[in-house]
Nanobody, 114 residues
Framework: VQLQASGGGLVQAGGSLRLSCAAS????????LAWYRQAPGRERESVAS???????NYVHSVKERFAISRDNAKNTVHLQMNDLKPEDTAVYFC?????????WGQGTQVTVSS
């Protein structure tokens, strides 16, 4: 599985960005998908995930602001990020998982200015 992330950029606090991740996968619909982020000097953390069945989970700090969605017809997962804060600044990575196998996309930089 190859993952290609896009949509990062520079935005002012309070603004919005939509990240997308396109996957090359013959059975995209069975994959669990997630977005992670890594800020300088910090460990990579899971931000949002969506199971094959559509169950969503979010890290507490982004609940009510971020929304993960998947489009199985287009082999794409999105992360809608609203009300962005400077502490959301990080490199964001998409992740796909099937069983014990995991794949990562390249990161996309999100920078939120105060």
């Amino acid at each position: 599985v190859q993952l290609q992330a896009s949509g990062g950029g520079l935005v002012q606090a309070g603004g919005s960005l939509r990240l997308s991740c396109a996957a090359s996968a013959s059975r995209f619909n069975v994959l669990a998908l997630a977005w992670y982020r890594q800020a300088p000097g910090r460990e990579r953390e899971s931000v949002a995930s969506i199971s094959a069945a559509g169950r969503r989970n979010y890290v507490h700090s982004v609940k009510e602001r971020f929304a993960i969605s998947r489009d199985n017809a287009k082999n794409t997962v999105h992360l809608q990020m609203n009300d962005l804060k400077p502490e959301d600044t990080a490199v964001y990575f998409c992740n796909a998982k099937w069983g014990s196998v995991s794949w990562w996309g390249q990161g996309t930089q999100v920078t939120v200015s105060s």
